[in-house]
């Protein structure tokens, strides 16, 4: 092999495996051909190799940082939930730092790419992590706000069934009714969305990219039918008070 095609592979080689540096959203899809041992590479093509794999691996650990900010942030996670996640932060943060290192320390390019090649697929911070922490957050939080509007709904009826202007005793049951229907309807989506999420771990991605999709799904679902429930309690405020 000439000069030259032993660069222009060497270069192939390193842009794809580190392609998720520069596309986070197909990180968990690129694909990187097997280097053969037996290439060899100039000591500037393998400090690129190290240079891409260190910015994929601050570029994760900055991400990381917002998602424990972000989870701090959601005060109705389960602690549960919250210990588990945050665990995961921890131990990816760690594991990506223990890949820095290892590429490195790495003496040829095939070893750094094979190496660096694990920033994708041992951690998935952006195609798993990610929405893991958001969707079992936003889970949480609805649960949380479903129970709070269940928890009111006697008070409410009791109210209700002490008004004497029917017209208004109607427009008031017919709202409450309502809302037991759309938190009960958010409920129902919600339900398995957090531990489904939790469960999941970077082997399982890129398969399970559509499990993830129709957890999304139920979680958008459900804040659409808790908006509707909200709307509802509001209207009932408004029936109720001096009623």
Do not use: W
């Not at 899809?29 to 093509?45: E, F, G, L, N, R």
């Not at 820095?100 to 992590?129: E, H, N, P």
């Not at 309502?178 to 919600?190: F, K």
């Not at 771990?201 to 999709?213: G, N, V």
């Amino acid at each position: 092999m000439n000069v030259r095609r032993a660069l222009a592979t060497t270069s192939a080689l390193t842009g794809l495996v580190l392609v998720a540096a520069a596309a986070p959203a197909l990180a968990g899809t690129t694909a990187v051909p097997a280097a053969s041992s037996s290439k060899t590479c100039s000591v500037d093509q393998l400090a690129y190799v190290q240079s891409r794999v260190d910015a994929a691996v601050k570029a994760r650990e900055v991400t990381i940082d917002a998602l424990t900010r972000a989870l701090a942030a959601r005060t109705h996670v389960t602690t549960g939930h919250r210990a588990t996640l945050t665990s995961t932060f921890g131990s990816d943060a760690s594991g990506l730092r223990t890949v820095d290192a290892k590429v490195q320390a790495d003496m040829t390019c095939a070893q750094a790419i094979t190496d660096g090649r694990t920033v994708v697929t041992d951690f998935r911070v952006y195609l798993l992590l990610v929405p893991q922490t958001h969707l079992v957050s936003a889970s949480d939080a609805g649960t949380y706000a479903a129970g709070q509007l269940v928890a009111a709904e006697p008070r409410v009826q009791a109210a209700i069934d002490l008004l004497t202007d029917q017209q208004k005793k109607a427009a008031a049951q017919s709202a409450l009714d309502d809302m037991s229907a759309q938190v009960s309807a958010a409920t129902t989506s919600l339900t398995g969305v957090a531990d489904g999420m939790i469960a999941l771990t970077p082997a399982d991605i890129p398969a399970q990219e559509s499990t993830i999709d129709a957890y999304r799904a139920k979680v958008a679902a459900a804040h659409t039918d808790l908006a509707k429930a909200l709307a509802d309690a509001r209207a009932l405020k408004s029936l109720l008070v001096g009623g």
